[in-house]
Structure formats: structure tokens, C-alpha cells
């Protein structure tokens, strides 16, 4: 653009809300609330950094004799001169020798300049969208695999269950026997007992709204963008639901699938901060 080299820079850090900083030479300050409203509306969200910068090479500048000041300096040698008795002839090829006897005067902004470097700043934004689709497609991919994760984990619920389930019955048989004769137990009284036990530490419900909430987060993720919100409410779903399963479940082996599915959903919960 001309004899200037003009350099565009966006930096953008996670936030909730937008907190934009746009900076440009003054010269272009005109400018500045049309390409802040243009930007705002890519950029979305975080605090973001755009700035344009120039260099100018000598080409760039004029140099013009700086007339007010040097009639000063000549009018102050003349009075001088006649003081001292010197000749006053050499007065102004002395005085364009002093400082600010000359002055430099840029180009001027012009449209023709304003396209080309809004192109520069449409071009820096389109990177910095590359940018954040290729950080976006690797949220997914991790997401994914966490939510692998977590599936896998939930399935191993099941033969952990059916032996909960065997050793609760084998303790309240024990227990009745050790207070009542075994020949004079109830059966009927002893089933009622499991099943009072089995229905307080079922789970089978936490688990179905687990998985239904796992699914609902894949089909969120595969489903355009903008959709940070929702991941983070469906994240926050799962969560009560695997905290109920910790609090039901009543076994060390349980509760250690649990904490590998609470640190799971952690580190999804986390990342989904930085999706939009």
C-alpha cells in the first residue's frame, strides 16, 4: 500500500462476554467504529487485540523548509549580527542549519489505502477463524473420547451391580441369623428386606438419564456452532447424575468408577469454557 508496509495482529483470549481492543494509527481513526462493530460480530466473545501497524520508508515523507521558524532564527542573527558588528549577508544559509529549520510531511490517507488495508484485516480475521476451527475440531475430538471413556466406564457397571447384589443379600441373611434362629425366618419377610435395600441403592434410572445425556452431548457437538452454552448445561446434568450414582452406590468398587467418571466429566466441564 503505497511506500508503507502495514502489519495487522489479532490475539484473543477466553471470556464469557466481548472485550474488544482495536488500535490503529490516528490517521485511520475514522475508520474505527465500522471495523470495531465488522470484527465484533466474528469474533463473538473474549478479550481480543486487534492492531494495525505501518512502517514508513524515506520515500514516504517530504521535507519542507520550516518558514515561521526560520524568519525567527534570521530576525534573532540580524540583531545579533549588528550587535557584534558581523556581516549580516550568510544570515539564512546559517539559519536553515539550526534544528527544526526543516520539516517532514507524510502522505496523506486516502480510500485507495483504506481497501487495501481492510482486506489486510479481513485476511488477519479469516486466519485467526482457521485458527480457532482447528482448536475447536480438536475440543471435539478429545470430547469424543472422553465421553468413550465415561461409556465404557458406566458399562462396567453392570457385573459390579449383580455382585452389590449378591453381597447384600448374603448380609441381611447373615444379620437375621444372627439374631433369629435361621429355621424360623420369614422368606417372604426376607425378600421384602432385599428388595427394600435394592430399590433405596437402584441405580438403573441415574444410569438411563446418564447415557441419554452422553448422547444429547454428541448430537450438540456434530450440530453447527455457537453451542458452548448448552454442552455446559448438558455437562452439568451429567455430573448430578453420576454424583447420585456415587452417593447410591455403596461399594468401593463402585465408587472407584465413579471418581474415574467424575474426573472424566472434570476435564470436559473444563474445555467446555473455550468452546463458543
Known amino acids: 500500500m503505497g511506500s508503507r508496509k502495514y502489519t495487522v495482529e489479532v490475539r484473543s483470549l477466553n471470556g464469557k462476554n466481548l472485550d474488544l481492543s482495536v488500535r490503529m494509527p490516528s490517521v485511520l481513526k475514522e475508520k474505527e467504529m465500522a471495523l470495531r462493530k465488522e470484527l465484533g460480530a466474528r469474533i463473538v466473545r473474549g478479550k481480543s487485540d486487534v492492531a494495525i501497524h505501518f512502517e514508513a520508508d524515506a520515500s514516504d515523507a517530504r521535507h519542507e523548509l520550516n518558514a515561521p521558524v526560520i ?23 546559517t539559519a536553515v542549519k539550526f534544528p527544526d529549520a526543516m ?39 478429545d470430547f469424543s473420547e472422553r465421553l468413550t471413556t465415561i461409556e465404557g466406564l458406566e458399562a462396567d457397571l453392570d457385573p459390579m451391580l449383580e455382585a452389590r447384589l449378591k453381597r447384600v443379600r448374603e448380609r441381611i ?14 422368606s417372604t419377610r426376607f425378600e421384602q428386606e432385599v428388595l427394600y435395600y435394592i430399590e433405596k441403592m437402584d441405580v438403573s434410572e441415574e444410569r438411563t438419564r446418564l447415557r441419554a445425556h452422553m448422547v444429547y452431548f454428541r448430537d450438540i457437538m ?55
Request: glycine share 6%; hydrophobic share 35%; net charge negative.
Open 103 to 141: 520539516q517532514t510531511s507524510r502522505e496523506s490517507f486516502n480510500h485507495e489505502s483504506w481497501t487495501g488495508i481492510h482486506a489486510l484485516v479481513l485476511e488477519a480475521a479469516d486466519k485467526f477463524d482457521a485458527f480457532r476451527d482447528t482448536e475447536g475440531a480438536t475440543l471435539h475430538a
Open 71 to 93: 524568519e525567527q532564527y534570521v530576525a534573532s542573527l540580524k540583531v545579533l549580527a549588528e550587535r557584534t558588528g558581523q556581516p549580516t549577508d550568510q544570515l539564512l544559509a
Open 222 to 276: 456434530n450440530t453447527g456452532h455457537g453451542q458452548g452454552k448448552k454442552l455446559g448445561f448438558v455437562a452439568q446434568e451429567m455430573g448430578r447424575e453420576i454424583n447420585t450414582l456415587g452417593s447410591k452406590s455403596n461399594d468401593a468398587d463402585l465408587q472407584k468408577v465413579v471418581v474415574q467418571m467424575k474426573d472424566e466429566l472434570e476435564k470436559i466441564k473444563e474445555q467446555v469454557l473455550n468452546v463458543l
Open 173 to 186: 441373611r447373615t444379620n437375621l441369623e444372627e439374631t433369629v434362629d435361621r429355621n424360623v425366618i420369614d
